[in-house]
C-alpha cells in the first residue's frame, strides 16, 4: 500500500497541468502542421482560388501520409494548412511540400507574381488551441495618444512578455504600428523623367536579402548570405536611383503611423490589448504565476497614471476547478461514507472503502503519467464522475464476504469463497464497463478533444479499483475479521415481501414481459416525438454589466464614431459607480460598442438601472444609426434605427469538389426553401465568415480590356499592364528594416492619396512604345459583389446558405428538416445544417458509430464470458429499459437532448449492465447446483438485491453533488450536470426493472430455449 501512494504520489506531482486535454492517445493522433502562405496583391479571392489555392491542395494531397488538407483563401492572400502524422517523418514532409511548391513554380502553374512561403504552424491540437485563443489578456491604458501608448507597448512591455520562457506568441491590439513612408514627389520624377516602376526596380535591387550556398567554417558548415538592405533612416536617404541622384532628392522620407481604422478606450483613456498564448506542457498554473510576476514588475516601472489590467486568465478557470473539485471531492465522500455507515453498521467498512479510493486515485495517477496525459478540467471533472463507481467493487466483495461470515464459515473460507464467487461476475462487468469508457476514444473533433483524455481517467480509475479491491479486501479481512462483523438487522419481512411480487411477477412472466416492452416502446415514442436533439451547452455571462451597441452606416467616419461613445462615457462618468467602461471602435465595420461593468455591490441596487435609463435619453437623440442598449431592465432597448445587416437565423452547409457545380446547387436549394412564405432574405457564400462582413456591402471593379485594340495597336499584354499599374501607385512596394534592432516597415508610394474612380475613368494611359489612350476607350469597368473567403477542407468547397425565417422555432426547424430530407444531392456532396450549437455532420457519424459499436462489443464481450448468445440479451436488456428513466426525466423537466446526452447514454451502457451480470451470474451458478430454475431465480435475486441497491445508491450518491453543486455557468459545468442527470435516471430506471424484469426474461428465454433443446432432442431421436 505505501509503495501505491508513493509512486503515485510522485507521478501526480510530475503530470503537466493545463486547461485543455492533449491529446496524447499515440502519435497517430498527435498532428504536425505545415502552413503554405501565398500572397499576390491585388487578386480576388476566386482568381486566387483557382490560380495559386487549387494547384497547390491538388499536388499536396499526393503526398504520402497527409491526413488532412484546409484551406481559406481571401483577396490577395492564400492559406492551405496540411497536416501530417506528429513523427520522426517531420522533415521528410517539410522537403516534400517544398518540392511541391518548388516544381508549381518552375513549371508556371502558381504566377510569378505570387510571393509563396512554407513555415511550420503548430505541432499538436493544444499549440493549435493556443494560436487561436490566448492564455492571458491584459490592457494597457494611459493620458497618452493612442498611437503614443502603441509605441510604448511595442518597445517597452512587448519584447520583456515575449522573452519568457513558455511564451509561444504574443499579439497586439489597438493603435497602429510605425512605419518608414517614403513618398515620391511627382514633379521631381517628371522633372528627372523618371517613373515609378524604374524607381521600384531600382529600390527593389538595394533591399536584397538572400542565401548564396553553403561554405566550411570551423568544421561546421555554414549558409552564406548576401545581404545589401540599409541598416538605418539616413541609409535610405542615401540610395543613389541614378548616378548623381538620391533617393532623398525626389521623395519625402517620414517615420509615419498606419492607417487606423479602430480606436479602443477604457474609462476615457486609450486602450492597448496584448495578448500572451502559451506554450504547450507548459504548466499552466506555474506559467501564469511567472507572467503575472513579470506584468506586475512592468506596472511598477510604468508612470503612475499608466495602468496594466489583466483581462483574461484562462488558468483561473483551472484554479476555480481545481477548488470545486476539492469541494466537490469532498461532499461525494462524506455522502458516500454515510451511506457505507448505514449499510454496514460498522466504521472500519466504511474507512476501508474510502482507503481503496485514495489508492485507486494515486494508481490511476500512474497510469496518467505513464500515458503522458495531463491533469485538466475534464480529467479533474472524469475522476469527480468515476467516485461514486469506484467503490461498487469494493462493496459487492465486502458484501458477499459478509454474506459468508453469517453462514458460519471461518474468516479464510468466507474471504475466498465471498471474492472468488463474485469475481467473474465483477470482470465481467468491468470489462463492458472499460470497453465503453475506451470506447469514447474514437469521438472526433470537438467531441473527441474534450471526452478522450475523461475517458482514459474514467477507464483507468474504474480497472485500478478492480485491481485494488479484490486484493486489498480480502487481506484486510485476514487481518481483522471482527472490525467486518456488522449487526444483523431482520431483514427477513422485507426479503418475503420482494419474494412475493417476484413470484407473483415470474407467475404472469408473459403479461408482465408483454407490458414492459410496450411501456418502453411508448415512452421512446414519446421522446423522440418531443424532445430536441443535438445541441451543445451554451454559457452565459453573470457579470453585472450594461451593453452599449451603435451600428452605422457604410462611410462613417472614425471621428463620428468616436463622438457618439464619448457621449455615452460621460453619462457613466457623471455617476460615483467605480464601473468599467471599455469602448471599442471599428470604422471599417461601422460598428462601435461600450462595455460598462459594475461592481458586484451594485448587483441589486438602483443606480444601474438609473445609468441605463440616462443612456436610452441619450440614443433617442440620434438618428440614422442603430442603437441597442441591454443589461439590467427585463427588455433590451433599440431605437429601431439603421440596420446594419442582416441576421440570418437559419444556416445549412453544402459541400463537395465543384466551385461552379455547388453555386448551381445552392440556387436550387434556395429556391426550394423560399416555397415556405416564411422565408425571407437569402443568401449563399463560399465561406460563413463572408456573414460576419456583409454589412459592408463590399465591391470590387472589374474592368475588361478591349484585347483587339492592342493587337491593332501592337501593344502587349505586359506593356498594358504597366499602363494601368501607373494609375494605382498608392504603396506599390514595402519591405523591411533593421532600426536599434527591431524590424520597422519600409513603404513607397507615387501619391498620398487613393485615387478616386472617376479620375481613373477621365485619364489617359501612356504606353512605353509612345502610344497613348484614353481609359474609357481601352477597358470597361463593371462592379461585382465582392466575395471576401474561401474555404475547403480536404479539397471540399464549403459553401453556407442562409436565410430569416419569420416563425416560430418549431416551424424552422421541421422546415429544415423536410429539406434535408427531400433533397437528393449528386455523390461527393453533404448538406447538413450549419450552426455552432448544434452537431456536425462528422460528429452525429461519429456518435451513432461510437453508441452502435458500444453495443456491439459489450454484447460480444458479455457472449464470450458467458459462451451463450441469450443470456448476454437478457443481460442488455437492462441498457433500454434503463433510457426509460432518462426519457422520462427530460420530458418531464423539458430539457434539450444534447450532444454531452449522447455520451451519457454511452457511458450508461457500460454501467446498469452490471447489476444484471451479478444477478444472471447468481442464477447461472444455482442452476449448476441443481437448483429448480424458479427457485433459483427467487433465491438469487434475494441474494443480490441488498448488493444492487448497495451499489446503486452509492452511484448515484457521488453524482448527486455534481447535478446540485454548480460551480460556474461554465460549458464544463453544463457536461457534469448533464452526465450526472443522464446517469442518475437511468441507474434508478435500470435498477427497479432489473431486480424485477430481468428475472422474468431470464425465466421466459430459459424455458424458450430449453423447449427448443428438447425439441432438438426429439426430432433427432426420431431420425435415429
Known sequence: MAIIVLIGLNSFIHIPIEIRPISESGNKDRTYKIQINALWPGQTAEIIQKSITSPIEEHCVRIRDLIDIRSSTTDSESFVTLSFPDDKNKKYYHIHVREKIWHLQKTGIIPDEADIGIQVLYENEEERKQFSEAFIEFQINGPYELNQLRQITDQNIAPRIQSLEGVSDIKIFGGSSGYVAIHLNPDKLNQYALSAKEIYEQIHTQFTYMGLGRIKSDNSNRMLLFDNRPQSFHQILDIYIKPGLTLNEIADITFEYQPSYSLSRRNGMALITVQVFKKPYENALEFSKKLRQTINQIQSELPISTELVITKDQSEELRNEIVAFGIRFFIIMSVIFLILYFVFRKFYPALLILTIVFLTLCATSVFLYFSSSTINILTLAGIALVLGMVVDNAVVIIENIQHYNHLGKRPYISALRGTLEIFSPLVASSATTLFV?????????????????????????????????????????????????????????????????????????????????????????????????????????????????????????????????????????????????KTYIDQRNGWASLIIQYPDTLKNQILPYQIESRLIGQAVDYAGVGIF???????????????????????????????????????????????????????????????????NETHHYRYAIDVGYLWKNNIS?????????????????????????????????????????????????????GKSASFSLLANIQPEKKIEWIDKKNQQFQFTLAWNYRGPGELNDKHVQSLLESIKLPPGYILEKEEWTYL????????????????????????????SLWKPFVIFLSVPFSLIGVFLLYLFFNRSFSADSYIGIVLLIGIVVNDAIVLVERISQLEMKNLHLKQAILQSSIERIRPILITTITTIGGLFPLLFLKTGNTALAGILEELSFIMIGGLISSTLFTITIIPIFYHIFHRLVSWNIRVFRYNKGNEL
Open 437 to 581: 469508457f475506451f470506447s469514447l476514444l474514437f469521438l472526433v473533433e470537438r467531441l473527441g478533444n474534450y471526452y478522450h483524455s475523461m475517458a482514459y481517467v474514467l477507464g483507468f480509475t474504474l480497472f485500478s479499483s478492480l485491481l485494488i479491491s479484490v486484493v486489498f479486501i480480502p487481506a484486510s479481512y485476514l487481518y481483522s475479521p471482527e472490525k467486518f462483523n456488522s449487526h444483523q438487522r431482520s431483514r427477513h419481512s422485507y426479503y418475503s415481501f420482494y419474494r412475493r411480487i417476484l413470484a407473483f411477477m415470474l407467475k404472469y412472466s408473459l403479461v408482465f414481459s408483454i407490458g414492459s416492452l410496450s411501456l418502453l416502446a411508448l415512452i421512446f415514442l414519446i421522446f423522440f416525438k418531443n424532445i430536441e436533439t443535438g445541441k451543445n451547452y451554451q454559457a452565459t455571462s453573470a457579470i453585472p454589466e450594461t451593453r452599449v451597441n451603435i451600428t452605422a452606416p457604410k462611410g462613417v467616419t472614425l471621428t463620428t464614431l468616436d463622438a457618439m461613445t464619448q457621449s455615452f462615457e460621460k453619462i457613466v462618468m457623471n455617476f460615483d459607480t467605480h464601473a468599467e467602461i
Open 629 to 695: 442598449i441591454s443589461g439590467f431592465f427585463p427588455e433590451p432597448y433599440s431605437n429601431g434605427g439603421y440596420k446594419i445587416y442582416t441576421m440570418y437565423n437559419t444556416q445549412l452547409k453544402i459541400s463537395g469538389p465543384d466551385y461552379d457545380k455547388l453555386w448551381e446547387l445552392s440556387k436550387s436549394i434556395l429556391t426550394l426553401a423560399q416555397t415556405d412564405p416564411r422565408v425571407g432574405e437569402t443568401i449563399i457564400t463560399p465561406s460563413v465568415r463572408n456573414l460576419w462582413n456583409l454589412q
Open 717 to 769: 499584354i505586359q506593356t498594358a499592364y504597366y499602363a494601368f499599374f501607373e494609375l494605382f501607385p498608392y504603396h506599390f512596394w514595402q519591405s523591411e528594416l533593421s532600426i536599434g534592432g527591431r524590424q520597422v516597415p519600409v513603404k513607397m508610394s507615387a501619391t498620398r492619396e487613393l485615387p478616386e474612380l472617376d479620375a481613373i475613368q477621365k485619364s489617359t494611359l501612356q504606353f512605353s512604345n
Open 840 to 867: 456536425t455532420h462528422q460528429e452525429k457519424k461519429s456518435l451513432n458509430s461510437l453508441i452502435i459499436y458500444a453495443i456491439l462489443g459489450v454484447y460480444i464481450i458479455m457472449t464470450i464470458l458467458y459462451n
